[in-house]
């Protein structure tokens, strides 16, 4: 939720979008960000207890928000992360004590009858002193804390200091006291402590558990009132909106409450410290996800007014029903796990979302906009934000708002067990209260999940450290404040029976099955995949080598070895024990038995990024077709944390992979897909829409290149939301020179397209493609008509700058067809040096 401005200043709004009037506001509550004058040094752990005990350390500049990792970069005394030795010129940091300072001027505020220090995030272990006075502690980075500073404020000058104690020795410190040794997790044990478990070393990002101020921190002050939390609840009933706003406002008895919502204006009068407001809007606009409808946003504001203004807030609301469908299944054993939407089923299409850099906050709008911007584009509709990583920053939440993105959240709860103790489980209940309490107003949050993977393969009758935590004191907090929203105890998840795909979520491995075996049983280790809703399912690959050349000096990018790889491709001594080599050792074996040997750094990112593509598409295109059998797909994972080959869609540098583009069309509303049914081949028409679809779906049997016949016309029609079988016929006679094509046409127009290959790529013979290309350039887009005489396999751009965005890419020619790229985010120079490659590599 989003304070208003400070005083005398304006924001501009978008009165069509929020449905309120722009006003200036005078308010009895200021709040002044402290973000300026930092500074920060580190000491050895202990050795500082007062602020005074800091006086003879070295203080250098600091960023608040930021962290001691950004702060050490910026001082030269930690590497860049695109360094291969990055995580080893943080390591001795790791068992340092950190102080920050700053002085700053009380003003006004030093005599107002309420003064308050908020820090929206302090990661991890702190004790705050403010003039030499300890006014409190943090122990837990997902808590806000606010301190009573009433009285303790001068009106001049005011010292400032924090004192975090390294992370790994307080944690080994609190589960001494705690007497309980648990398992460690990737060689270490962050579960004694609440802080990002990401940041002590995941398969994905490197160790390095930071410490800091890493979220605002806001000097708050009022005579009277303040809005301390607002909660909206309301029904649907076909478009009409009844609901209720419950405003929590300290000190406001006798005040009135007052809502504006779409040009309406509702008023209530506080009771002690709450009131009540009433709303109801006749034909409202309903909030839908991406593909569903527009995410209608209505603006409302929420003021405390006693004469004037004491205290406002602006919010943006969507209006809409969102349940789980647990009923049985009528295709195999078990109960469904489907989300309906406003009345509708909807099947979920999306990724798993880990924090966008190993050094929050860094680059936290742009990045959440750029990646944001691609799920959207990139047909997606669901993010899960995994337990491992951090409750996101507001803007994560408006844009998933604004773009029709559902959320499941996960509690941070990972991998682990937890200490249960009563002090621990207090605490998590105070963390649980606050997060639901912030997130429960928007209209993307779909699920409350209590961790991820702390249950896994464990009974459900067996008892463990932590399980309290996630079946009574997290769904406490949860009937509490946010009683309409599901609640599902963990992911995954399968209730009465441990570890089965026939009750609840499932964490699929394809992938790593499929490298263990072989890769010419790819297809058959998809086929067994038939989990009700996929909420993991990991694939790693390769970025475009532009990617690679920021990270990694020309001379040693390839071949893919050596010590300034194996860092940017993590291995855990966990999946190494279980598949016997690293992820770097892996990634090869399968690009060489599935797409041919690389001969260059070139061919890696190519025959690899067409690989991890090509397997995606298949198992995404397995589960569409089993709709609503199968309730959604969430991709492990969406973004990357820092610079790496990893399982990322979207890299580091927010370059779109490759596989982007493969996961963009699977997920497409309309939806063309072959399959292998036993002894025979099928063709399915999956259909998200709304309405029933028409058409003609044209299927080629493809040989060596060139359709062996015309195509065989089908003509179909799939009611709305189903996925439907409208063909079947005999396999390829020969999978190496033969395989399957077809398009879907609509209204004449070509809607969606598919291939199926029984082969392995490497095994294909594929004909030499020269692909004709005409090219025009206008006001920074360029587009590129393609042909082919023959059929051209993973036709791809080269030469791409950083920000070109084109609308397909790595896609396949039919014979005799010409396909429009277009382009946008160009220079005509940047124009001139983007080329064409196909497969064998060949550039035009």
Same mark, same amino acid.
């Given at each position: ?15 069509? %979008? ?7 506001? %005078? ?55 695109? %360094? ?108 004694? *402590? ?89 034909? @409202? ?128 709860? /990972? ?61 406490? @907090? ?11 105890? /963990? ?78 491709? *993590? ?11 690293? /992820? ?101 028409? =999956? ?5 029933? =679809? ?7 049997? *493809? ?50 397209? %598919? ?90």
């Amino acid at each position: 939720m989003a304070w208003l401005p400070a005083v005398g200043r304006r924001r501009e709004v978008d009165t069509q %979008s929020w449905g309120v009037m722009d006003v200036t506001v %005078s308010m009895d509550v200021t709040r002044r960000v402290l973000h300026s004058g930092w500074e920060f040094a580190f000491a050895d752990y202990g050795e500082v207890n007062r602020p005074e005990d800091a006086e003879g350390l070295e203080f250098r500049p600091a960023t608040v928000p930021g962290t001691n990792l950004t702060d050490l970069q910026a001082a030269g005394l930690v590497e860049p992360d695109t %360094s291969a030795t990055y995580e080893d010129s943080f390591a001795l940091y790791k068992y340092t004590d950190f102080v920050y300072r700053t002085r700053f001027v009380g003003g006004e505020e030093a005599g107002r009858k309420h003064v308050f220090l908020v820090f929206e995030g302090l990661d991890t272990i702190c004790h705050v002193f403010l003039n030499g006075e300890e006014i409190g502690s943090a122990e837990n980075a997902y808590l806000p804390r606010t301190f009573d500073v009433t009285g303790k404020l001068r009106p001049d000058a005011n010292s400032l200091v924090l004192l975090f104690r390294s992370p790994i020795l307080g944690s080994a410190t609190r589960q001494a006291l705690l007497d309980l040794k648990f398992p460690a997790i990737f060689g270490h044990d962050f579960m004694y *402590i609440r802080k990002p478990a990401y940041s002590f070393y995941w398969d994905w990002g490197p160790e390095m558990p930071v410490s800091g101020i890493y979220r605002p921190v806001v000097l708050k002050a009022f005579d009277r009132a303040e809005i301390t939390d607002f909660h909206i609840r309301y029904e649907v009933d076909g478009r009409d909106v009844s609901g209720s706003v419950r405003v929590e406002a300290s000190g406001a008895d006798g005040t009135r409450a007052t809502l504006r919502l779409a040009g309406n204006e509702y008023t209530a009068t506080v009771a002690g410290d709450t009131a009540t407001i009433p709303f109801h809007l006749a034909s @409202a606009d309903l909030w839908y996800p991406n593909g569903e409808g527009e995410p209608f946003l209505y603006g409302m504001e929420i003021a405390l007014e006693d004469g004037g203004v004491l205290d406002a807030r602006r919010h943006r609301i969507g209006f809409r029903t969102v349940e789980v469908v647990r009923d049985h299944r009528t295709d195999l054993q078990g109960k469904r796990f489907v989300f309906r939407v406003n009345g509708r089923e909807i099947f979920i299409r999306g990724y798993n979302w880990i924090p966008v850099s190993s050094s929050i906050p860094s680059g936290y709008y742009d990045l959440y906009r750029g990646n944001l911007d691609l799920a959207r584009d990139g047909n997606v509709n669901m993010l899960r934000v995994w337990g491992g990583g951090i409750y996101e920053a507001p803007e994560f939440y408006d844009f998933c708002d604004e773009f029709g993105i559902l959320v499941w959240q996960d509690f941070m709860f /990972s991998f682990a067990e937890h200490p249960d103790t009563e002090e621990f489980a207090a605490a998590v209940g105070r963390e649980a209260h606050a997060v639901v309490a912030r997130l429960r107003n928007h209209p993307c949050l779909a699920l409350w999940c209590g961790n991820n993977e702390c249950e896994l393969d464990t009974p459900p009758e067996q008892q463990w450290h932590g399980k309290r935590l996630f079946y009574e004191v997290i769904p406490q @907090a949860v009937r509490e404040l946010d009683p309409e929203r599901p609640y599902w105890p /963990s992911s995954p998840y399968s209730g009465p029976v441990a570890a089965s795909c026939e009750y609840g979520d499932y964490h699929g491995e394809p992938w790593f099955h499929a490298s263990k075996s072989g890769l010419e049983t790819w297809r058959d280790w998809i086929d067994k995949d038939k989990g009700l809703f996929m909420s993991e399912f990991p694939l790693h690959g390769p970025p475009e080598v532009e990617t690679l050349r920021r990270f990694i000096p020309e001379e040693k990018l390839f071949p893919v070895e050596g010590k300034l790889w194996e860092p940017h491709i *993590i291995t855990d001594d966990h999946r190494k024990q279980k598949e016997g080599m690293t /992820s770097r050792e892996s990634l090869l074996k399968n690009i060489r038995e599935m797409a041919g040997e690389p001969r260059s750094i070139e061919e890696f990112c190519y025959l690899g990024g067409v690989a991890h593509g090509e397997f995606l598409r298949a198992q995404i295109e397995h589960y569409r077709r089993r709709k609503f059998g199968v309730g959604g797909a969430l991709l492990w994972m969406h973004d990357e944390a820092f610079p790496s080959v990893s399982y990322g869609i979207v890299d580091y540098y927010g370059r779109p992979k490759p596989a982007y583009y493969y996961a963009r069309r699977a997920f497409a509303p309309l939806l063309l897909v072959f399959d292998r049914e036993g002894d025979e081949m099928a063709a399915w028409v =999956v259909n998200d829409l709304r309405e029933p =679809v028409e058409g003609v779906t044209s299927l080629l049997r *493809i040989q060596e290149g060139r359709a062996d016949a015309g195509p065989e016309r089908v003509a179909f029609r799939v009611p709305a939301n189903v996925a439907q079988r409208i063909w079947t016929g005999p396999p390829p006679k020969d999978p190496a020179r033969e395989w399957l094509a077809g398009t879907l046409e609509r209204d004449g127009r070509t809607v969606a397209r %598919s291939s199926y290959f029984l082969a392995l790529f490497r095994e294909i013979h594929f004909p030499p493609a020269s692909v004709a290309v005409a090219r025009s350039f206008t006001d920074g887009t360029l587009e590129l008509d393609l042909r082919s005489d023959v059929y051209a396999f993973a036709v791809a751009l080269e030469g791409l700058p950083d920000g070109a965005r084109p609308d397909d890419h790595y896609l396949d020619l039919l014979p005799g067809e010409t396909r429009r790229i277009t382009v946008r985010g160009l220079s005509a120079e940047g124009a001139a040096g983007v080329r064409v490659k196909t497969w064998p590599l060949a550039s035009g």
